[in-house]
């Protein structure tokens, strides 16, 4: 009689769940933020503050999270709840693409091309701040015992 292997993590309903729930929540979130901030000279600011804000929080918790051990149990749970989730459904990077294409109808090609790369750069720039901030963080902070 063989044994089978354990789902992987992507096929449990569980994970399935927290994602979903947390796509949902992010979603909502940028939804409501694009809705009541408009465009700055005709230039979605408030898409590249998402976007820039959102690969910030994702360097700083997924360092934080790997800094305090395995992805297994709760630490998989809130990557998975909050990381891909939360921060999934609130970063935009389709919406990214659509500004740009907007903003080259407009005839507007220097500022599509300034405003797709420096949403990628800023972002990039971001996130290795936020892993910078929780690695900080981390050494700054005293050993707790009995973990």
Known sequence: ??????????????????VFVGGALGAAARYLLTLSVPPVAGVPLITFLINVTGAFVLGWLLQSLALRGPDEGRRRDLRLFVGTGILGGYTT??????????LIAAQSIG????????????GAIASVAGIALA?????????RSGR
């Open 135 to 143: 690695s900080g963080i981390a050494r700054r902070r005293p050993e």
């Open 111 to 122: 500022l599509s091309i300034l405003y797709a790369v420096a949403t990628v750069a800023v």
């Open 1 to 18: 009689m063989t044994t089978r292997a354990p789902a992987p993590v992507h096929l449990h309903g569980r994970s399935i769940l927290l």
């Open 93 to 102: 990077y389709s919406s990214l693409a659509v500004d740009t294409d907007g």
